[in-house]
């Protein structure tokens, strides 16, 4: 079956900073998600982005299908952004089954 | 729209009891799928559904079964519980698999302890 890779598995960054989070597949997809999984383990949906580029405030994601990564970039980190942030695909084309990475966990300090 | 909900939020076993876990949406969506996971760990596939009547296994079935007798319920059951199946079980549905329609939108978890 497809692998995925997140990096870096832990982060902790101070409060305004700036980071970029990444997602490596091993095969073709037809679906890619970034879901932010909060302290209280609610999965909330940020991207549905299997190519291209979306920015939703002071998130953003870029998938680049043709080599198989996905970058998920979060500005101005607040304490709100920490939890748990995972890369999802589905490569299958036949019906909608995620295959979830490992996930990258971030803390936001003040 | 509620979206995807789940019932109950927590729920402790003891080994060898049954249970199901309920998942229903009110999105019309006709896939669902029944995910868990466990610590430190992203989510694994258990069963997922197509449609009303079509259901199928995912990564890790064993120990469970579903069934879709309607297209806004798909519940997940535990026949024979053991402590290997204490995790965070997740309900998810999207519209299809072509295109955006391959969203899947989670519900809120359930929590199970098995002793």
């Known amino acids: 079956g497809i692998q995925v890779e997140q990096s870096p598995p832990d982060l902790i960054l101070q409060e305004g900073a700036n980071s970029t989070l990444r997602c490596n597949f091993s095969d073709s997809v037809n679906n890619l998600q970034w879901f932010h999984q909060n302290p209280w383990g609610q999965l909330i949906n940020l991207f549905y982005i299997p190519s291209g580029t979306k920015q939703n405030g002071r998130l953003s994601a870029t998938t680049v299908a043709t080599e198989r990564y996905s970058l998920l970039y979060i500005s101005s980190s607040q304490t709100t952004d920490s939890g748990v942030y995972f890369c999802a695909v589905d490569a299958t084309g036949t019906a909608s089954k995620l295959t979830f990475g490992t996930g990258t966990r971030l803390q936001v300090t003040l | 729209n509620a979206g995807v909900t789940q019932t109950p939020k927590f729920q402790v076993l003891k080994t060898g009891q049954s249970m199901t876990l309920q998942c229903a949406q009110d999105?019309?969506?006709?896939?669902m799928s029944w995910y868990r996971q466990d610590p430190g760990m992203g989510l694994r596939l258990i069963h997922y559904?197509?449609?009303?009547?079509?259901?199928d296994q995912g990564e890790v079935p064993n120990g469970y079964n579903v069934s879709r007798s309607t297209t806004e319920d798909f519940p997940l059951r535990l026949l024979s519980a053991a402590p290997s199946q204490t995790s965070v079980y997740f309900c998810?549905?999207?519209?299809?698999?072509?295109?955006?329609?391959?969203?899947?939108?989670f519900g809120p978890g359930t929590r199970l302890t098995v002793l």
């Open positions: 999105m019309n969506h006709e896939y």
């Open positions: 559904s197509v449609g009303a009547g079509i259901t």
């Open positions: 998810a549905s999207s519209r299809g698999y072509v295109g955006s329609y391959n969203e899947q939108f």
